[in-house]
């Protein structure tokens, strides 16, 4: 089974703070995705990447910048909190080769709240 | 714009009960998915759809896909308590490879 670890399932933090949320599969695969959940509202994506040190802008990038130096892992960075970033973020990886259509494995999730 | 529409926000169901779930999008798509979030947890996959007209089911659930129509229906047959979750329909749009727009969610409570 693909495993996807977030690093802390809740998280406070203060405005101003740079903050970082972890990601980590086990699956090896080459596509990852952080997402943001809030209530009526969805998931939407903040960032994704294809490959390591590649990363590519979703919906909603502003104040979140993402690392990927390794394939297995994939930060999020938020540079300096602020508090209509408190969200429920999800990472996900999927493959990036045939078959495409395989579904994203999602982690457990971080609630981050932000004072 | 890439949209995905999904209706109702909120279905509150007896058991026994048969609803729909719908899920419109705004333009041509490659594949759409059918994910269950139980609350606290994650999100898990329940269904791919790859072309039109196809149709999967697992117990009291059935997807299916009309992308002339671009949308997607989640039918509940005879719902139970353990049904209850909040249900998300996601489209990866052609052209936009692996990333997905995912719809607002519909939080189903299946009463007694």
């Known amino acids: 089974d693909v495993k996807v670890t977030q690093s802390s399932r809740y998280l406070v933090k203060r405005t101003g703070e740079k903050v970082f949320l972890e990601c980590v599969q086990d699956?090896?695969?080459?596509?990852m995705f952080w997402y943001r959940q809030d209530p009526g509202l969805g998931l939407r994506l903040i960032y994704f990447?294809?490959?390591?040190?590649?990363?590519e802008k979703g919906d909603i990038p502003e104040g979140y910048s993402v690392s990927r130096e390794k394939k297995e892992r994939f930060s999020l960075i938020l540079e300096s909190a602020s508090t209509n970033q408190t969200s429920m973020y999800l990472c996900?990886?999927?493959?990036?080769?045939?078959?495409?259509?395989?579904?994203?494995?999602f982690g457990d999730g971080t609630r981050l709240s932000i004072l | 714009e890439l949209k995905v529409e999904q209706n109702p926000l909120f279905l509150s169901m007896q058991e026994e009960k048969n609803y729909t779930i719908y899920c419109n999008y705004s333009?041509?798509?490659?594949?759409l998915y059918w994910y269950r979030q139980d609350p606290g947890k994650s999100l898990e996959s329940l269904f791919v759809?790859?072309?039109?007209?196809a149709v999967k089911q697992e117990g009291r659930l059935m997807a299916s896909l009309d992308t002339k129509a671009r949308l997607s229906t989640l039918h509940i047959t005879a719902a139970v308590h353990d049904l209850s979750a909040t249900y998300f329909c996601?489209?990866?749009?052609?052209?936009?490879?692996?990333?997905?727009?995912f719809g607002t969610g519909t939080r189903l409570q299946v009463t007694l």
């Open positions: 996900a990886s999927s493959l990036g080769t045939e078959p495409f259509y395989q579904p994203q494995h």
């Open positions: 699956m090896d695969h080459e596509n």
């Open positions: 990447s294809y490959d390591v040190k590649m990363k």
């Open positions: 333009t041509t798509s490659d594949r």
């Open positions: 759809l790859l072309s039109n007209g």
């Open positions: 996601a489209v990866s749009f052609t052209g936009t490879a692996s990333k997905l727009t």
